[in-house]
């Protein structure tokens, strides 16, 4: 009975601890913000919401509970020395790199931080205030690097397996501005998960665990204490050459390829604590090479959500809508309707005024190959039966997509258009071929008088060609 109730104050106090620190609340505040701003932003680019993201937001909540436990568990195996004050250091550096771009809000990142400043204080040995600033300090001297190495690829090594299951299900379109300088549809694949974790650490008085964790084996035996640790993982990726899918596919297995790398270097760690600063900066180093290779691929690659001359090209479709029933889906084409052609959405209208009550369609899959559909139309039918289309040269587009930061969560999102630069500078160069094409005003004859011949002499014969 000792050892139940000892337990259960342990679990008492680690929730009171995850219920008492702001950060796991700030997590999820910003989840919601970013959903919410998500929302926003269709409807200005495309009048209309096309996904309900209150499921979004549960099952991103769920998620990150259920991780959580996991890691917690595998954490209660390997073990872990971590003070109080270095939660609310990681929790704060956190909040702070989301101040400049919300895919920096990452444990890997804030433990690289984290390392940074260990450095710069191991370098000040004298320096030692007092108060609370001085126990900060403290701990973060004495901080357990090679337990949150571990932390750090478990929670990596789970983000590319959630990253593969359901960051498709994130993924939202968005308009943006193309190589070209003209709109271009994308997608935007952000996924973030608040993570709360709950940690053994070493005390005196505790409970004693009937196993010895692998890290720190001779501090354990005095008993052990439960605290919090919330933190963030997340991955934000922009395509606009492939199908949200395809783009899942090859980041997750670029980061399950990197946390493998990062597993050798983190059991390394825990046998020689002096390899983690190593590993967190070659962390570090993999993540952003990923980053990197995902935006050279987009530059380097055809636009793929753009109007063609076969059909209007697909950029999403609303869920439950005529479309998603008859299985339509983004990146295909409408080419005929009801028999006519479709060039752009005010074709589309007028062919299905041809039978308001019926509609044929021919739809052209990504290989370019030809498939039949029809379908009863019905009052309160999406007006482009759930189809949202590439963009044209006149649709407004959203700046910040590959910039975002915590203040574009607190502020409305931009849209506005593109100038006319490009197609001015195509009318002008029109404009100077047509002139320079122009025929010539022929010059009047010249009257042959005793006078011109005499200050010019008679005109010679042109040559024959």
Not at 118 to 136: A, D, E, H
Not at 163 to 186: H, L, Y
């Amino acid at each position: 009975m000792n050892v139940l109730g000892e337990a259960l104050r342990m679990i008492g106090g680690a929730l009171g601890a995850l219920l008492t620190q702001p950060f796991y609340y700030i997590f999820l505040i910003g989840v919601l913000l970013h959903y919410r701003r998500q929302g926003i932003l269709e409807r200005k680019l495309f009048n209309i919401r096309i996904y309900v993201y209150a499921g979004r937001v549960l099952r991103t909540v769920i998620t990150g509970m259920i991780v959580g436990l996991l890691v917690s568990i595998a954490m209660a195996f390997i073990g872990i020395h971590i003070q109080t004050e270095v939660t609310w250091c990681i929790g704060t550096i956190l909040i702070l790199l989301s101040v400049f771009r919300l895919r920096y809000a990452h444990i890997t990142m804030a433990l690289a931080v984290l390392t940074i400043i260990y450095m710069v204080l191991l370098s000040l040995p004298s320096w030692q205030p007092t108060g609370f600033i001085g126990q900060v300090i403290e701990s973060i001297r004495n901080v357990d690097l090679p337990g949150l190495l571990a932390i750090s690829v478990l929670l990596q090594l789970i983000e590319a397996v959630l990253f593969r299951m359901q960051a498709t299900r994130f993924s939202s379109p968005v308009v943006i501005e193309g190589k070209r300088g003209k709109p271009v549809g994308a997608y935007a694949i952000e996924a973030f998960w608040p993570i709360p974790l709950w940690l053994f650490i070493p005390s005196t008085g505790g409970l004693v665990l009937p196993w010895t964790p692998l890290h720190g084996a001779e501090s354990w035996i005095n008993g052990v204490s439960l605290t919090a640790l919330p933190v963030m993982i997340g991955c934000s990726i922009l395509t606009q050459t492939h199908l949200p899918q395809v783009k899942v596919n090859a980041i997750a297995k670029r980061l399950l390829q990197s946390s493998f790398i990062m597993i050798v270097l983190a059991a390394l760690a825990l046998w020689w604590a002096p390899i983690a600063i190593p590993a967190l900066v070659i962390a570090v180093i993999l993540r952003e090479w990923i980053m990197y290779v995902s935006r050279r691929e987009e530059s380097q690659q055809s636009p793929l959500f753009i109007r063609g001359l076969r059909g209007l090209k697909i950029l999403d479709v609303i869920p439950a809508s005529p479309a998603a029933e008859l299985g339509i889906t983004a990146g295909e084409s409408v080419y005929k309707v009801n028999g006519q052609l479709i060039q752009d959405p005010q074709s589309l209208h007028a062919a299905l005024r041809i039978n308001p009550a019926f509609c044929k369609l021919e739809i052209l899959n990504i290989q370019g190959e030809s498939k039949f559909l029809q379908r009863a139309i019905y009052a309160g039918d999406h007006h482009q039966l759930g189809m949202i289309f590439a963009p044209d040269d006149q649709a407004v587009i959203s700046p910040d997509i590959q910039r975002l930061s915590v203040w574009h969560l607190v502020t409305k999102p931009r849209v506005h258009k593109l100038n006319n630069s490009y197609q001015e500078a195509d009318a002008i160069l029109l404009l100077e071929s047509n002139l320079s094409t122009e025929t010539e005003v022929p010059e009047e004859p010249i009257e042959l008088t005793p006078e011109y011949i005499e200050k010019h002499g008679l005109p010679k014969r042109p040559r024959r060609k």
